[in-house]
């Protein structure tokens, strides 16, 4: 079976999905349940998992024992506040080690600041976390984070939230033909499309919130990424056949033909 296998732990859902901007838990269930993923990320400024005593807590609507959890830095602009934040996190989840690490270098854009990224993630990997990166589409800077010892590297098709789609397949490419870890395009994915080229160039997973939580139908959304991202990598096992700008060959044969 083709299963995605992160920090030793295997999943049979290549789509990760994010469980923020949703009108409520009761729909944010139903679009995890219809996309069939098994991780979701949980931003822990934002969302309650049990450091807000008496209000409805996520982990009622997606119990952990049914999902891989991953506690995600959103918010953060510095490597001191992503630290704390994983920390705060790993007591919440009971000692729970897989996170998602993203530092933000601008309110405006979000685009990393990947200089911070770097500092966070060399301290959560001695602390004896399983890093998962957000990341620029910076070949280099990636494989530095694969090099300090992050589980999997997450480059942005584009901007945090802009549906724009994969703006430089070029650099993706450059970064999952050098990477030993799983390589999961997050961020600036918009419709179904987009995640189906994600997977046909080779990535191994695919990280969404905005794109399902913000469509006018988020679980018939869910619904189509989820084919989407099975489509796309479907795709790229089979090998698609080469582009050229015609074919000189007819498809069908030429001998044997009636007259």
Same mark, same amino acid.
């Given at each position: ?7 030793? *732990?295997? @999943? ?8 923020? $901007?949703? $009108? ?13 993923? +098994? ?11 049990? +450091? ?13 024992? $049914? ?32 996170? *998602? ?6 309110? *405006? ?24 990166? @957000? ?7 990636? $494989? +530095? ?27 993706? +490419? ?5 990477? *030993? ?64 700008? @015609? ?13």
């Amino acid at each position: 079976m083709d299963e995605l296998v992160i920090a030793g *732990k295997t @999943y049979s859902s290549r789509l990760l999905i994010g469980t923020g $901007k949703y $009108k409520d838990f009761d729909e944010t269930r139903r679009a995890v349940e219809e996309s069939g993923a +098994q991780i979701v990320t949980v931003a822990i400024r934002r969302t309650n998992i049990g +450091q807000t005593a008496g209000e409805p807590s996520l982990l009622d609507a997606l119990p952990p024992s $049914k999902y891989t959890y991953l506690p995600n830095t959103a918010g953060c602009y510095s490597a001191d506040d992503a630290i704390r934040t994983l920390r705060l996190a790993r007591e919440l989840l009971d000692g729970h080690d897989l996170v *998602k690490l993203e530092v933000l270098g601008d309110p *405006k854009t979000l685009y990393p600041n990947m200089m911070e990224t770097l500092k966070a993630a060399e301290v959560l990997v001695k602390d004896g976390f399983k890093v998962m990166v @957000y990341t620029s589409d910076d070949p280099i800077i990636a $494989k +530095q984070l694969e090099e300090i010892g992050c589980v999997a590297v997450m480059p942005l098709a584009s901007l945090i939230g802009s549906g724009m789609g994969i703006l430089n397949p070029w650099n993706l +490419q450059i970064i999952i033909d050098n990477a *030993k870890v799983p390589v999961i395009v997050d961020a600036g994915v918009g419709t179904a499309s987009d995640a189906a080229i994600a997977m046909e160039l080779g990535c191994d997973g695919v990280l969404m919130n905005t794109a399902i939580a913000g469509a006018g139908n988020p679980v018939l959304m869910a619904s189509a990424m989820k084919k989407a991202v099975q489509a796309g990598r479907e795709a790229f096992l089979a090998g698609r056949m080469p582009k050229k700008l @015609y074919s000189a060959s007819p498809s069908s044969p030429t001998t044997g033909l009636i007259s």
